[in-house]
């Protein structure tokens, strides 16, 4: 089954994406991730791209849309989730005409919910090792000496956009620009919105319980 998986920042959609990947063998499906990928081997998209990005511009859909395609192309069968796209409405109808093309489809797509004060929480307290980029958590999962990273021994800061000023502001853009899409997908019969609260492997359960 092919999933798009969405959540607001803090909601653990990266966790679960992984999660995905290594047990059920799926491919992510990151735009950020094709982005890189693209402008780093310099393809014809990714130059296109570079463009966009180096004026400060939003890269136009048909470039993501194609970006897409071309993953799509090579995956031979191999059951894919869609990082946090389509972002827009328009995105979401671009994406169904290409996967009518190609004959594949969706089979969920999955909205994970969590109340704004542990999404507050859980992004207010996180710290990130500026040396080797290990995640801690203040109250789940400190660093053994606060300040100096587990891993490797470089710092432990809080990054710049995980201010809770900084994250209110993030996650009311969620809302404004998710919200057309979770109803443009209601109305085709295939959102689900799964609790994202509690341990890892309950949320993970909770997904798998929709057929995935």
Known sequence: MNLILFGP???????????????????QISTGDLFREAMNKQTALGKRAKEFVDAGKLVPDEIVIGMVDEVLEKLNGQSFILDGFPRTVPQA?????????????????????????????????????????????????P????????????????????RESVIRIRLEEYDQSTAPVKDFYKKAG????????????AVFSRIRSQGV
């Open 9 to 27: 920042p803090g909601a653990g959609k990266g966790t679960q994406s992984a999660l995905l990947v290594e047990r059920l063998k799926m491919r």
């Open 93 to 141: 109808e671009a994406l169904a005409a290409l996967l009518l093309r190609r004959s594949l489809s969706i089979g969920r797509v999955v909205f994970l919910e969590v109340p704004r004060v542990e999404l507050l929480s859980r992004l207010s307290g996180r710290r990130v090792c500026t040396k080797c980029g290990a995640v801690y958590h203040v109250e789940s999962k």
């Open 143 to 162: 660093a053994k000496i606060q300040g100096v990273c587990d891993v490797c021994g470089g710092e432990v800061v809080q990054r710049k956009d995980d």
């Open 190 to 201: 295939r959102s689900v919105e799964i609790d994202g609260t509690g341990d890892t492997e």
